[in-house]
Nanobody, 123 residues
Framework: QVQLVESGGGLVQAGDSLRLSCAAS????????LAWFRQAPGKEREFVAA???????TYADSVKDRFTISRDNAKNAVHLGMNSLQPEDTALYYC?????????????????WGQGTQVTVSS
């Protein structure tokens, strides 16, 4: 098991940027597939971006070309750079980790979750 703690959320205006971070502890970080999901009030948790243990990345169409996921195995951290934020990006953002995922876009694949960090984008 790995413990995850997100940070970096906040209130921004449309067009602004934010960088979310997720610090991991308690496991061999470099062998985990990592992902960011988000959940807006009244909506299902949705996939945002994932990065495999080997560095391969996947993005939701809604964030492609605006968001960038990266990992720092030396610091046991995963980051999500978010540019050109829009009000529809407003959500609670969660970090997730799992070994050996087959469908990285599915939240059911992940058993390790952080508590989330709130991102609010005003128009």
């Amino acid at each position: 098991q790995v413990q995850l703690v997100e940070s970096g959320g906040g209130l921004v205006q449309a067009g602004d940027s934010l960088r979310l971070s997720c610090a991991a502890s308690g496991g061999t970080f470099s062998i985990y597939d990592l992902a960011w999901f988000r959940q807006a009030p009244g909506k299902e948790r949705e996939f945002v971006a994932a990065i495999s243990w080997s560095g391969g990345t996947t993005y939701a169409d809604s964030v492609k070309d605006r968001f960038t996921i990266s990992r720092d195995n030396a610091k046991n951290a995963v980051h999500l750079g978010m540019n050109s934020l829009q009000p529809e990006d407003t959500a609670l953002y969660y970090c997730a980790a799992q070994r050996g995922t087959r469908r990285r876009e599915s939240p059911q694949e992940y058993t390790n979750w952080g508590q989330g960090t709130q991102v609010t984008v005003s128009s």
